[in-house]
């Protein structure tokens, strides 16, 4: 009995594997660092509440773990004491952790034109970032009226089917 128990296991482990039983797994996560220069270009302005509202378009270059071009688009909230905030998405095309694609990268920052610091989540890859899913963290300041540039720290994590 016990025979035929451990037979019936091992049979349908076998077949499982044959006939393409799909896991997710997930690789290692690399991290790793870079520096960061995005150039804005603003396509709407508005005051509400004491606020200064831009829409706005960008193009942000990344080099380290993290290689290439994200293009997008945003909105900055400047409130009356200086501080703002802001929230842009785009497509990323280039490398991470040495594999290259496409991919969506979402970013969330506040603070002021002197220092600053947010999130970008980068997932929804195709070709070699399929699977991707990198969360950055990033300081900078304002290096002209409309471009920004620091440094930035990423974990990337890639699953597999």
Known sequence: MVIKR????????????????ASVQAAAPVSGSG???????PTGIETADGNT????????????I??????GS???????????????SGIFTGSIAGKSG??????????????AGGNLTVTH??????GVHAEGKDSG?????????????FKVNFSTT
């Open 74 to 88: 945003g909105e900055l909230v400047i409130h009356a004491d200086g501080s703002f905030n802001t929230a842009n």
């Open 141 to 153: 300041s304002a290096t002209g009226p409309t471009t920004f540039a620091g440094t930035i720290s």
């Open 102 to 115: 496409t991919a969506e990268g979402s970013y969330s920052g506040s603070g002021t034109f002197a220092s």
């Open 35 to 41: 520096t960061f220069q995005v150039t804005f270009v």
């Open 53 to 64: 509202i831009i829409d706005y378009t960008f193009v942000e270059n990344t080099v380290g």
């Open 66 to 71: 993290v290689d290439g071009t994200r293009i």
């Open 125 to 130: 890859g195709s070709d070699g970032l399929a």
């Open 6 to 21: 451990i037979l019936a296991i091992v049979t349908t482990s076998i077949a499982c594997l044959c006939l393409g039983g």
